[in-house]
RNA sequence: GUGGGUGUAGCUCAGUUGGUAGAGCACCUGGUUGUGGCCCAGGUGGCCGUGGGUUCAAGUCCCAUCACUCACCCCA
């Protein structure tokens, strides 16, 4: 034969995920819904594609993912249409456009499924990634903040995760958050600018912040002394933190303060977390989230605070390595050719009754019947040759069990299930 | 966008100073009548990523290109 025209490919980082791979997804979606239900969160689906000035207005226009990780395309007439990059900019503009707000009310919505990234893929990272949201509305309470991490804590350690670090801190508001800028900007000029990385040096005036988080370790170095953002924070800030820290600590949370952490999204106030882990490459973050007072506000709805997570999927499927496919309860090897027809039929009434299992197709030796049921994990090979055929009967071998194996009438074995 | 690494059988990989390819696993068939796992024997299967170049001769050397991968950046 020709050499047929070439392979399409999928396109780079972009994954196809077969059944154990999916079974893992399955698994934590699951897991997700299950947890989060009990938090009193219901769950939203919005549109894998919206106009990119939603996601300009809310994460920021000079962020790198507006400015550069973003899958924006013209549609048929001409608009400017982008895959979301995250959740939490249409889950603010669904909450804003189903005029659900009203004040006092606490809104909560849980949602998942794939985001989309421009970058180059990496360990833990593709371009098309998923993730776990969380996100609560017309909640300006600490009490929000910790429900929120505790949720995930909680998610987190179902799923059998329990060594993960969480790492908090708050950004102050824009109360507060002015001062400290101009502290920190303050402190880099009393340094020499020049050995700083060049990225620092840039940063330093356009997002001071940043800065802290470099991993440039001369930077790391001259920032070792800088003013740190909690000794900053106005009085509302100040006693909001401690309120968080306390359930925390009241809910036997461990946690690590880190007044360095910085969250990426320009939309965040006060509450920032992060939960780390070191098992999976160099990207690190598993979930990150924190508080976004402004958000809402900034996409044309009313005066609502907001209060979230991301929690990213492929870096979960990393910590938890492969899942178990369930075990099928019969293999029916069909020995005689012309039985074909007479054990599908036969396998149908099988899974009306609820089990599960496949039949074999096409010709096939005993011993190669026995080698597939035997890989198919089956609990059961339910063996139809020329004699069971013949008489009505079908064979149940128990694969793995201690127990003989019989010949039964067809009727009175499907009456027994 | 910038670096490094790798592309040989379905999978994981060997392949010596250049002489047109091998292992393990998987798959198939057997080891007497219709019975799996372990073991044994045999077998199917490769334009050596692609396109040029050097050479009598290229999986092996040179160039280009594509893909994958790790890292930077940034983020979940």
Same mark, same amino acid.
Request: proline share 4%; glycine share 10%; hydrophobic share 35%.
């Given at each position: 034969?020709?050499?047929?025209?070439?392979?399409?490919?999928?396109? &780079?980082?972009?994954?196809?995920?077969?059944?154990?791979?999916?079974?893992?997804?399955?698994?934590?979606?699951?897991?997700?819904?299950?947890?989060?239900?009990?938090?009193?969160?219901?769950?939203?689906?919005? =549109?894998?594609?919206?106009?990119?000035?939603?996601?300009?207005?809310?994460?920021?226009?000079?962020?790198?993912?507006?400015?550069?990780?973003?899958?924006?395309? =013209?549609?048929?007439?001409?608009?400017?249409?982008?895959?979301?990059?995250?959740?939490?900019?249409?889950?603010?503009?669904?909450?804003?456009?189903?005029?659900?707000?009203?004040?006092?009310?606490?809104?909560?919505?849980?949602?998942?499924? =794939?985001?989309?990234?421009?970058?180059?893929?990496?360990?833990?990272?593709?371009?098309?990634?998923?993730?776990?949201?969380?996100?609560?509305?017309?909640?300006?309470?600490?009490?929000?903040?910790?429900?929120?991490?505790?949720?995930?804590?909680?998610?987190?350690n179902r799923l059998g995760l329990? &060594?993960?670090?969480?790492?908090?801190?708050?950004?102050g508001c824009h109360e507060c958050?002015?001062?400290?800028?101009?502290?920190?900007?303050?402190?880099?000029?009393?340094?020499?600018?020049?050995?700083?990385?060049?990225?620092?040096?840039?940063?330093?005036?356009?997002?001071?912040?940043?800065?802290?988080?470099?991993?440039?370790?001369?930077?790391?170095?001259?920032?070792?002394?800088?003013?740190?953002?909690?000794?900053?924070?106005?009085?509302?800030?100040?006693?909001?933190?401690?309120?968080?820290?306390?359930?925390?600590?009241?809910?036997?949370?461990?946690?690590?303060?880190? =007044?360095?952490?910085?969250?990426?999204?320009?939309?965040?106030?006060?509450?920032?977390?992060?939960?780390?882990?070191?098992?999976?490459?160099?990207?690190?973050?598993?979930?990150?989230?924190?508080?976004?007072? !402004?958000?809402?506000?900034?996409?044309? !709805?009313?005066?609502?605070?907001?209060?979230?997570?991301?929690?990213?999927?492929?870096?979960?499927?990393?910590?938890?390595?492969?899942?178990?496919?369930?075990?099928?309860?019969?293999?029916?090897?069909?020995?005689?050719?012309?039985?074909?027809?007479?054990?599908?039929?036969?396998?149908?009434?099988?899974?009306?009754?609820?089990?599960?299992?496949?039949?074999?197709?096409?010709?096939?030796?005993?011993?190669?019947?026995?080698?597939?049921?035997?890989?198919?994990?089956?609990?059961?090979?339910?063996?139809?040759?020329?004699?069971?055929?013949?008489?009505?009967?079908?064979?149940?071998?128990?694969?793995?069990?201690?127990?003989?194996?019989?010949?039964?009438?067809?009727?009175?074995?499907?009456?027994?299930?």
């Amino acid at each position: 034969m020709e050499r047929a025209m070439t392979k399409i490919q999928k396109i &780079k980082g972009f994954a196809d995920l077969f059944p154990e791979e999916a079974a893992q997804y399955t698994r934590m979606e699951a897991v997700a819904r299950d947890t989060f239900a009990r938090y009193g969160f219901g769950e939203l689906r919005t =549109p894998l594609l919206e106009k990119t000035e939603l996601f300009a207005k809310s994460i920021g226009e000079d962020t790198d993912v507006v400015g550069k990780e973003m899958f924006t395309f =013209p549609d048929r007439k001409d608009r400017s249409l982008t895959l979301r990059p995250e959740a939490t900019a249409g889950v603010a503009r669904a909450f804003i456009e189903s005029g659900a707000h009203q004040p006092g009310k606490v809104s909560k919505y849980f949602t998942f499924g =794939p985001m989309f990234r421009y970058e180059r893929p990496q360990k833990g990272r593709q371009r098309q990634f998923h993730q776990i949201n969380a996100e609560v509305f017309g909640a300006p309470e600490a009490q929000a903040d910790g429900e929120l991490i505790l949720m995930l804590r909680t998610f987190l350690n179902r799923l059998g995760l329990t &060594k993960l670090t969480i790492e908090l801190n708050s950004l102050g508001c824009h109360e507060c958050r002015p001062g400290y800028r101009q502290a920190l900007i303050d402190y880099y000029r009393s340094k020499d600018r020049r050995n700083f990385c060049e990225d620092c040096r840039r940063r330093m005036d356009t997002n001071p912040l940043r800065v802290l988080d470099c991993k440039v370790p001369a930077c790391k170095e001259l920032v070792k002394d800088a003013p740190v953002i909690t000794d900053h924070l106005c009085d509302d800030c100040r006693a909001h933190f401690a309120d968080v820290r306390a359930i925390l600590d009241g809910a036997g949370a461990a946690y690590e303060l880190n =007044p360095r952490l910085v969250r990426g999204l320009d939309y965040y106030v006060r509450t920032c977390f992060e939960v780390s882990s070191h098992d999976i490459g160099s990207q690190t973050a598993v979930a990150g989230g924190g508080r976004y007072d !402004g958000l809402i506000r900034n996409l044309g !709805g009313p005066d609502c605070p907001g209060t979230g997570f991301a929690c990213g999927m492929e870096r979960l499927a990393l910590l938890l390595g492969p899942a178990e496919l369930p075990r099928p309860d019969f293999y029916l090897a069909v020995v005689d050719e012309s039985a074909a027809n007479e054990a599908m039929l036969f396998a149908q009434q099988l899974r009306d009754k609820g089990l599960t299992g496949e039949v074999s197709f096409g010709a096939g030796s005993m011993k190669s019947r026995m080698r597939a049921a035997n890989k198919s994990g089956a609990k059961a090979c339910l063996i139809l040759g020329g004699s069971e055929v013949a008489d009505g009967t079908v064979t149940v071998k128990y694969m793995a069990v201690e127990r003989e194996q019989e010949t039964l009438d067809r009727e009175g074995y499907l009456a027994s299930l």
